[in-house]
């Protein structure tokens, strides 16, 4: 299948990139024998504006219509690309017939930029994805044209290519990683708060990104150093309790062969068993796991093991990708996708 890709590619940062959903789609549909051609369009725009912003945007979708009418793609993906405008996509609908559209959110469907960005996109869009799942979330986008779905964070082999599980306890600069950038009011603060005050004293190292004064790590290079020097991580999201929803860390942790702590409100159990993650329901409770494994260094590498083999296989980006597309064209499954009972027409 010839497949259009639009997200953003961070081409103007150097390298220095994030390897997420969109780049592990790209490489699901390379490993799945599409054609693929992907349109960056932050980077065109800021490349055609001129120090003009809106020109850089007019012009981006002008040249994004004679991409579609040079690719002819039959399939086009669309991530966070709030430049592209519905008019460019009823032109390019007009341009090349039988094309089918889709667009997928990897932001928390409860936050309002997430959801203007569903409704934006569900008259123009076939089908519409994210990382959310739930019926309160995804059934208010139905159009009775469209079908909306819950799509898990993909990975690939090709971007998580660290494997902690294979190193010993002494190779690792810390036991317990965690980066994000919780802002004023965000629950993370005070549970990160309260772990760090709860692990005082005790013998597990925790290394705290974006935090306390350390600058975040955007991507690169850098980032890869990062996961590399973490033996055991911890994935915790903005909102607690919201059914599968992660960002896309879950894939770069658990892709990468680090065990990995996961809040159990968050329903991930559907998926991993204890055997794959560590599941906790409040501060002492992941203390107290944390402190077991860390006696425990086979029981360590078991888990990461068992985690990373497991978020392959389930959330690989070729298998991710052809879900989106026997849902975007309404074929029948060709297997039983462990979440596709969140999928509404």
């Not at 017939?97 to 076939?126: I, K, L, T």
């Not at 203390?287 to 494994?293: C, F, I, K, P, T």
């Not at 360590?300 to 978020?311: N, S, T």
């Not at 026997?326 to 060709?334: A, C, G, I, M, N």
Request: charged fraction near 25%; aromatic fraction near 10%; hydrophobic fraction near 40%.
């Amino acid at each position: 299948m010839r497949i259009l890709l639009l997200d953003n590619l961070l081409i103007r940062r150097y390298g220095r990139l994030r390897m997420g959903p969109g780049r592990a789609l790209a490489c699901g549909a390379v490993r799945g024998n599409h054609r693929l051609c992907e349109y960056s369009d932050r980077d065109m725009a800021r490349f055609f504006c001129l120090g003009i912003q809106p020109f850089g945007k007019r012009k981006m979708n002008q040249t994004l219509l004679e991409c579609a009418k040079n690719f002819r793609p039959e399939a086009i993906l669309i991530g966070h690309c709030d430049y592209v405008e519905n008019e460019t996509l009823e032109a390019i609908r007009r341009a090349v017939p039988g094309v089918r559209m889709a667009h997928f959110n990897v932001d928390p469907m409860c936050d309002a930029h997430p959801q203007e960005q569903m409704r934006a996109r569900m008259e123009s869009c076939d089908a519409l994805f994210a990382t959310t799942a739930g019926a309160e979330y995804l059934k208010p986008f139905v159009t009775g044209r469209n079908v909306v779905a819950y799509m898990p964070n993909p990975a690939d082999t090709a971007l998580e290519t660290l494997d902690n599980s294979l190193r010993p306890a002494e190779d690792f600069a810390c036991d317990l990683f965690y980066a994000g950038q919780p802002r004023k009011g965000d629950p993370r603060l005070d549970f990160i708060r309260r772990l760090k005050e709860a692990l005082e004293g005790k013998p597990l190292r925790f290394d705290i990104v974006g935090m306390y004064g350390r600058a975040p790590v955007m991507g690169g290079a850098d980032y890869d150093d990062l996961l590399a020097s973490a033996k055991m991580s911890l994935n915790i999201n903005r909102y607690f309790g919201m059914k599968w929803y992660s960002s896309d860390r879950i894939a770069h942790l658990m892709g990468s062969g680090i065990c990995t702590a996961l809040y159990d409100g968050d329903q991930m159990q559907r998926f991993f068993s204890p055997e794959e993650a560590l599941f906790f329901h409040d501060v002492p409770d992941l203390v107290e796991q944390l402190l077991a494994v860390q006696q425990d260094d086979a029981r360590r590498r078991a888990l990461a093991a068992a985690g990373r083999k497991r978020y392959h296989a389930l959330f690989s980006g070729e298998r991710i990708l052809r879900f989106m597309l026997e849902t975007l064209f309404e074929q029948p499954y060709s297997e039983p996708y462990e979440w596709a009972e969140e999928v509404y027409r």
